[in-house]
T-cell receptor, first 112, second 112 residues
């Protein structure tokens, strides 16, 4: 069964550094998402992306965050200058014709 | 803003027992509701999706119901097995939006 792939599985970075989290959504899907889950908390929506532009974003998704689809397969989340509170599990998801959101295994981001 | 609550937060049952997990949401103008399973440190696996026009969906030993007017959904697991041990999340998509609002989750332990 096709799946959403995320890399790396774990990213450790120093506060203030830039990180790029990568995702390969399911190939025929058109909507892409980033969510995050701080340890012990709910999964929270960050941003959705359709037709090469942001379609919705939450209040969490401030100027420190950006998303890009640099080619036909990858979808990236960039955090410009990481803060301690950015430490979380970041999930990429994509949605197809049956309206089911499929999630990747996540990238655990640890900011030191 | 949509608030999604799941009760109980944790549940422990002996193997073979049938069980019900509860999800409630505050805004009944939903497009669909999705149940997920999350294993520790892992991604989200979609279990069932119910469209707003549907009352229930079944997959194997799982049955999910939806009562939109009362803002409730239940996930029924029949003949529970130790492999069912995981955190179960419900997530709601509002009409006119395409992101998901997640519940707090129910951590299920099935004792052999």
């Amino acid at each position: 069964e096709p799946e959403v792939t995320q890399t790396p599985s774990h990213q450790v970075t120093q506060m203030g550094q830039e990180v790029i989290l990568r995702c390969v959504p399911i190939s025929n899907h058109l909507y892409f998402y980033w969510y995050r889950q701080i340890l012990g908390q709910k999964v929270e929506f960050l941003v959705s992306f359709y037709n090469n532009e942001i379609s919705e974003k939450s209040e969490i998704f401030d100027d420190q965050f950006s998303v890009e689809r640099p080619d036909g397969s990858n979808f990236t989340l960039k955090i410009r200058s990481t803060k301690l509170e950015d430490s979380a599990m970041y999930f990429c998801a994509s949605i197809g014709g049956r309206n089911i959101q499929y999630f990747g295994a996540g990238t655990r981001l640890s900011v030191l | 803003k949509q608030e999604v609550t799941q009760i109980p937060a944790a549940l422990s049952v002996p193997e073979g027992e049938n069980l019900v997990l509860n999800c409630s949401f505050t805004d009944s103008a939903i497009y669909n509701l999705q149940w997920f399973r999350q294993d520790p440190g892992k991604g989200l696996t979609s279990l069932l999706l119910i469209q707003s026009s549907q009352r229930e969906q079944t997959s194997g030993r799982l049955n999910a119901s939806l009562d939109k007017s009362s803002g409730r959904s239940t996930l029924y697991i029949a003949a529970s097995q130790p492999g069912d041990s995981a955190t179960y999340l419900c997530a709601v998509r509002l009409s006119g939006a395409n992101n998901l609002f997640f519940g707090t989750g129910t951590r299920l332990t099935v004792i052999p």
